[in-house]
């Protein structure tokens, strides 16, 4: 167990509907970075947030965005999902500053109909 | 931009035997970190070893080590007396000192057979 939790572990959406996502990181992290995996991919960096700034991103396009929040918890938000959105969305959290070694959540797994 | 190439798709090995996973990395900076990350069914991505890349030591965990060659480019992991539990999706990672990200490569997903 890491600490980092992530909801819904599920959800199903239809094409051109809004989905948001959510992580709580682990405690003493100020960093949390959010990922994309395909079915049999690798996970693919989408950004990532360190203390409520965006400060990384990833090729992704801008109706995926997301927030973090004072508590260092996040958001990825996605906009005008398409069927290639199906995936699984991971967070990890981390100490951005001194480290750089992060923690994973279980994802949530998105299917897009 | 750093890549990362892991070249087998999948692999198997007998309980109790050795393994080897290979990784190749591209990356022009100095300041760079590797991993091994698992991710059973469960979907949890789990970290089993670490290595930082101005060490020359090579990082083991357990039963888990690696053979981190800085020159070719090759960082591969090395699974002794493998057990059951170790099946999984393994996933090579590289770390950018400079832009703090973390690029994955495709992955290998290894069978542990009774």
């Known amino acids: 167990e890491t600490g980092v939790t992530q909801s819904p572990t599920h959800l199903i959406k239809t094409r051109g509907q809004q989905v948001t996502l959510r992580c709580s990181s682990q405690?003493?992290?100020?960093?949390v970075s959010w990922y994309q995996q395909a079915l049999g991919q690798g996970p693919q960096f989408i950004f990532q947030?360190?203390?409520?700034?965006?400060?990384g991103r990833g090729n992704f396009p801008p109706r995926f965005s997301g927030l973090q929040f004072p508590n260092y918890s996040s958001e990825l938000n996605v906009n005008a999902l398409e069927l290639d959105d199906s995936a699984l969305y991971l967070c990890?959290?981390?100490?951005?500053?001194?480290?750089?070694?992060?923690?994973f959540g279980p994802g949530t797994r998105l299917t897009v109909l | 931009a750093q890549t990362v190439t892991q070249s087998q798709p999948e692999m198997s090995v007998q309980e109790a035997e050795t393994v080897t996973l290979s990784c190749t990395y591209d990356?022009?900076?100095?300041?760079?970190?590797l991993f091994w990350y698992k991710q059973p069914p469960s979907r949890q991505m789990i970290l089993v070893i670490r290595?930082?890349?101005?060490?020359?030591q090579n990082a083991t965990e357990n039963r888990f080590s690696v053979n981190f060659q800085k020159a070719a480019k090759s960082f591969s992991l090395k699974i002794s007396d493998s057990q059951l539990g170790d099946t999984a999706m393994y996933f090579c990672?590289?770390?950018?000192?400079?832009?703090?990200?973390?690029?994955f490569g495709s992955g290998t997903q290894l069978t542990v057979l009774p």
């Open positions: 405690s003493g992290h100020n960093t």
């Open positions: 947030y360190y203390r409520e700034e965006e400060n």
């Open positions: 990356t022009s900076e100095n300041n760079y970190y």
């Open positions: 290595q930082e890349a101005y060490k020359q």
């Open positions: 990672a590289s770390f950018s000192g400079s832009a703090r990200q973390l690029t």
């Open positions: 990890a959290s981390w100490e951005g500053t001194r480290t750089d070694t992060q923690y």
